[in-house]
């Protein structure tokens, strides 16, 4: 009586099987999106804001080398009042300076990090990728067949054992 099969629910194989097919529905395009994500996220700043900083930084360069020689035309001409408003606006322009230098520190810092912290997180995703792309639909395939195999064992008529075939009486 061992080799004997116990089933109860040959649909909830059914049922468990359909789910599987679901999840995997839903799970690949999440994984790929999950690399698209950080992929569009490193392009962003290696390329969109790098771009955009180092450009803001030129101009800002460029304002202040402009309010460098205001100040200087006005030292010249020996404007008081004037010389303190071209120093002001020398300042505001190193401030600013300063400001987008910072920025782009910054940004190289995370685009460094990012990378960093990223790649261990991509490399199991796409490791989970792969089962999903490989071993999902083997499961989906092993768990169809199971269901068949079950569905046929539980059709199959008893055969009659030789008790049964006896004289009727």
Known sequence: MADQ????SV????????????FMSQARPAMEEVSGEVARCGAWLQHDQRRFWENELRGRRKKLEEAQQELFSARMSNFQETTGLQQMAVQRWQRSVREAEEKLGILKKW??????RSQPLLKQAEQLQTYLTTEMPKAIAYLAQIVKTLEAYTNTAPTPSPSDSGPPS
């Open 11 to 22: 649909e909830a194989i059914e049922a468990f099987r359909a789910a599987l097919v679901i």
């Open 111 to 116: 685009d460094r990090e990012l990378e960093n």
């Open 5 to 8: 099969a116990k089933i109860t």
